[in-house]
Each structure stands twice: as structure tokens, then as C-alpha cells.
């Protein structure tokens, strides 16, 4: 059984990146959405990328963002993985063919089907994986932003997680046997992220307000805390792979 992936997200210092690289995360997130407390200048997110090892990935998040300024920012910085938070289409993935996209997708029960079956039909080759993430309450959308659907549209980091077990039940269901790797977000923590790798099985999780002291302000403490964490449910459940510290 192979070990669950780890990514932190919302990285804009480079003590932070150090911090997260010397844990074990897998991966570290570069937020570029306009009004996000996490969002890193391009300048700085470059000197983050210089500094991690070869085997760390540095995922650069976008919500509804052009094409050509993912592609842009993409290529000044270095990134070869995109995180796209927002209300793209497969088109849109399918238009950033040179790079590997997560698409994260809100959680709501009954709208599984609705809500992945894009992602499952179409056979984007650089589709690397589908996130899954809490949707806001109805009254905190953001410049109040909805979908075509009526439900508000993803925000993310929002520290607020979603029904695991409701997502583990649809994910024995067949209409989800043809997605990419899932991953898990929305409000993990140190705490409660064992529960949810066992509850889920997910490929990989990703945390951003749960390591975090106050809003935007990683705490070296609870990345490695939940870096741990992790590899305590792997072995829990006998997963190999995760490097000694
Ligand atoms: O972290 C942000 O500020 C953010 C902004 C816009 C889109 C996504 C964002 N973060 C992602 O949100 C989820 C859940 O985060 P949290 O752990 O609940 O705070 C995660 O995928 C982050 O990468």
C-alpha cells in the first residue's frame, strides 16, 4: 500500500518552504489568488523554488485566472504542476497541455456525480489529480461569486473541513472509479488528519490553515506535527515509503 503524499500550502516565506521541505512534505503551495492572506509575490515564490530539493514539487494555486497569466507566472517561476481552485473547465485544462493541473473540486454530498463527472469523462492526459475541498457557506462567497449550479463557488483555505464518510461512501460508488488520484483538503490539522486518511484513503492530503498560528502565518510546530501525523496513520495501516527523517 503506498504512503499518502503531503502538501502544504500557502507558502510565501522561504523559511516556511524550509520548514515544510525539512518535515517531509511532498509538495509546497505557492498561492497566487488575488485576494488570498497567502498570496506570494512571483519574485518571492521564485527563491522558493530555487531552494527546494529536487523531489519536493511546488504546486502554484490559481482561481479563474487567464490562461496565459497561469502559463506566465508559471514560466517565470518554474512550476510544472498548477492547482486550479476556481470554476475552470475541462477546456481550460485541456489549454494548459504543458503543465500538470489539480483541480479542486467542492464537496457537496449530493452533487458528487455532477461535480467530478467532467473530470472523470474526459481523458485529459495533464489532469494529475482531483482535490477535494469544503464549499463555503452560502454567505461567504467571495465578490459574491456562484456557480451556474446556484451553489457558491470554491474559495478554499478556508480551515473548514467537509463529511468524510460521505465522501468515502460515493468513492465506493462506480461513477468515481475512473478518476484521477484524489486528493483531500479542507481543514485538516494535526488532529484530525489521521481520522481522515483512514476514514478516505486518499492519495494525498493538503493542509494550509491548519498549520498555521494565526490566518496566513505558518507554525513551524504544526507543519511538522501533521507531517508526522501522517506518517503515523501510514504506518498505522502498513503504507511504505515515507523517507527517514
Ligand atoms: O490557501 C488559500 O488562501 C487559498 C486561496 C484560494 C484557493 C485555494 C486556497 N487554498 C487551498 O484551499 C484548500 C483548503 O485549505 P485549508 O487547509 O482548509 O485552509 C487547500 O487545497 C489549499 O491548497
Known amino acids: ?29 505557492l498561492v497566487f489568488v488575488r485576494d488570498s492572506a497567502r ?11 530555487q531552494r527546494l530539493p529536487a523531489f519536493v514539487e511546488p504546486v502554484g494555486l490559481f482561481a479563474d485566472a487567464p490562461t496565459r497569466h497561469i502559463r506566465e507566472v508559471a514560466s517565470a517561476v518554474g512550476l510544472r504542476t ?11 485544462v485541456a489549454a494548459l497541455n504543458d503543465l500538470r493541473v489539480i483541480k479542486a473540486v467542492a464537496f457537496h454530498p449530493s452533487l458528487v456525480v455532477e461535480s467530478v463527472g ?22 461567504v ?38 478518476l484521477p488520484p484524489l486528493v483531500l483538503a479542507g481543514g485538516l490539522t494535526p488532529e484530525n488528519v489521521a481520522k481522515a486518511i ?12 491548519g498549520v498555521e498560528s494565526s490566518r496566513g502565518v505558518k507554525d513551524v510546530s504544526r507543519i511538522r506535527a501533521f507531517v508526522e501525523a501522517v ?11 515515507h523517507r527517514q527523517g
Open 141 to 178: 462567497t467571495r465578490e459574491g461569486q456562484s456557480s451556474a449550479a446556484g451553489k457558491p463557488a470554491l474559495l478554499g483555505g478556508s480551515g473548514r473541513a467537509f463529511d468524510w464518510h460521505a465522501l468515502a461512501e460515493r468513492c465506493a460508488d462506480e461513477t468515481l472509479s475512473a
Open 1 to 29: 500500500m503506498p504512503r499518502t503524499r503531503i502538501k502544504i500550502c500557502g507558502i510565501h516565506d522561504l523559511a516556511s518552504a524550509d520548514a515544510a521541505v525539512e518535515a517531509g512534505a511532498d509538495a509546497v503551495g
Open 39 to 49: 498570496r506570494v509575490t512571483v519574485k518571492v515564490a521564485q527563491q522558493i523554488v
Open 82 to 92: 498548477v492547482q486550479l481552485h476556481g470554476e475552470e473547465h475541462p477546456g481550460d
Open 231 to 241: 506518517m503515523g496513520a501510514d504506518a498505522q495501516r502498513g503504507a511504505v515509503g
Open 118 to 139: 467532467p473530470w472523470q469523462r474526459e481523458r485529459l492526459t495533464n489532469l494529475a489529480a482531483v482535490l477535494f475541498d469544503t464549499p463555503p457557506p452560502l454567505a
Open 198 to 209: 483512514s476514514v478516505v484513503r486518499p492519495y494525498a492530503v493538503d493542509v494550509s490553515s
